[in-house]
Nanobody, 128 residues
Framework: QVQLVESGGGLVQAGGSLRLSCAAS????????MGWFRQAPGKEREFVAA????????YYADSVKGRFTISRDNAKNTVYLQMNSLKPEDTAAYFC?????????????????????WGQGTQVTVSS
């Protein structure tokens, strides 16, 4: 089992920044690719970013590329999502997820069903 707990969400003004954290515990965290997803009310869960187990490979949704950065610190069992230049349309519940995969990440890591473990979510609200 892998337990994931997100933190760092909150209310920010458009143009502001937040850094989300996802703390992991359980079996062999470093062997898992990690992803961030978000879900706004009435919408489908949407892929945001993914990172390979070693951190050498990252993949981003077009809607966030250039504004968001995913990273991980395996020594701290934590994955991060740095969100800059936030827009009201970024408002959503953000979830981290783990996939038992040691390869690179790409389009194959954009579907929620590919992930084995999920956190409870943290709310990000961007006001205009």
């Amino acid at each position: 089992q892998v337990q994931l707990v997100e933190s760092g969400g909150g209310l920010v003004q458009a143009g502001g920044s937040l850094r989300l954290s996802c703390a992991a515990s359980g079996r062999t965290f470093t062997s898992y690719a990690m992803g961030w997803f978000r879900q706004a009310p009435g919408k489908e869960r949407e892929f945001v970013a993914a990172i390979s187990w070693s951190g050498y490979s990252t993949y981003y949704a077009d809607s966030v590329k250039g504004r968001f950065t995913i990273s991980r610190d395996n020594a701290k069992n934590t994955v991060y999502l740095q969100m800059n230049s936030l827009k009201p349309e970024d408002t959503a519940a953000y979830f981290c997820a783990a996939d038992h995969n040691i390869g690179p990440v790409g389009v194959g890591n954009t579907q929620p069903g590919e992930y084995d473990y999920w956190g409870q979510g943290t709310q990000v609200t961007v006001s205009s």
